[in-house]
């Protein structure tokens, strides 16, 4: 997870910055940090760009506060809503367009579509 070894500590660190600010996801005892692979892409993806210097945890934390306020539920969605937090943070630096993202979650899903179970997922040469 390319300087992500443990995210618990990374949400911790988060929180400590952050104070009230962040809203992590509760811990469930005996069970991983994440439910699936994407969720922990998502979260490394989200940890590479705080590296990189383009936004701070609080400014992480307000919009997935805001992602979080506008469809509150039990928690089983968290991660839905760190995607969505995500990939506005990724449209509001201009890394990327929401044709873009919608692009990629195609491709994904076709590649997806197309793998033998139990093997990498790889998407066509050429998409990016």
């Known amino acids: 997870m390319d300087g992500v070894s443990d995210p618990r500590a990374t949400l911790a660190e988060i929180a400590a910055q952050c104070g009230s600010g962040f809203v992590p996801p509760e811990a469930h005892p005996g069970q991983g940090v994440f439910g699936e692979p994407w969720q922990a892409t998502a979260f490394a993806l989200t940890v590479a760009l705080h590296q990189r210097g383009l936004f701070s945890w609080p400014d992480w934390a307000a919009t997935l506060s805001r992602h979080i306020a506008a469809d509150p539920d039990d928690g089983r969605r968290y991660y839905s809503h760190w995607l969505?937090?995500?990939?506005?943070?990724?449209?509001?630096?201009?890394?990327?367009?929401?044709?873009?993202?919608?692009?990629?979650?195609?491709?994904?899903?076709d590649a997806a579509a197309r793998t033998p179970h139990g093997q990498p997922i790889e998407l066509e040469p050429g998409v990016q």
Request: net charge negative; proline share 0%.
């Open 84 to 109: 969505a937090a995500l990939e506005e943070m990724i449209e509001r630096l201009k890394l990327g367009s929401a044709e873009d993202l919608h692009a990629l979650q195609h491709a994904w899903a």
